[in-house]
């Protein structure tokens, strides 16, 4: 895996759980609105529209530089609009990257070739 690949994945990953929080957060916050005076909603609703985007964004770049096929595509996309599936984004892509550290150290050193 090359530097910027990695970096588009890393960027994604460090996006994925501040979105999730914010959608969670967007959640409460609309409850509250409707079940009390509280409404936080288009201070939220700003914040978590953004983290969205950049997570799309990101998206786009990790799908574009590390050449996934459609279903893992589909999956991150999946787990942005679910309520807590950018914890479950952020486990996966850590995970991915520290497989690809792993093969990235062993095709250097002769081990495998992976």
């Not at 929080?21 to 909603?41: E, G, I």
């Not at 595509?73 to 486990?91: D, M």
Request: with cysteine; charged share 25%; net charge positive.
């Amino acid at each position: 895996m090359d530097f910027k690949t990695a970096t588009a994945l890393r960027r994604l990953r460090l996006v994925s759980a501040p979105e999730a929080v914010s959608f969670l957060l967007l959640l409460v916050c609309s409850v509250l609105k409707r079940t009390t005076d509280f409404n936080a909603v288009p201070v939220m609703g700003m914040v978590h529209g953004v983290l969205f985007i950049l997570y799309l964004v990101f998206w786009l770049d990790a799908w574009k530089r590390a050449q996934w096929d459609r279903k893992t595509a589909a999956i991150y996309f999946v787990l942005s609009v679910l309520p807590t599936g950018g914890f479950f984004a952020e486990r996966k892509l850590k995970r991915e990257a520290e497989a690809s550290v792993i093969a990235a150290r062993a095709r250097r050193e002769g081990v495998v070739n992976a």
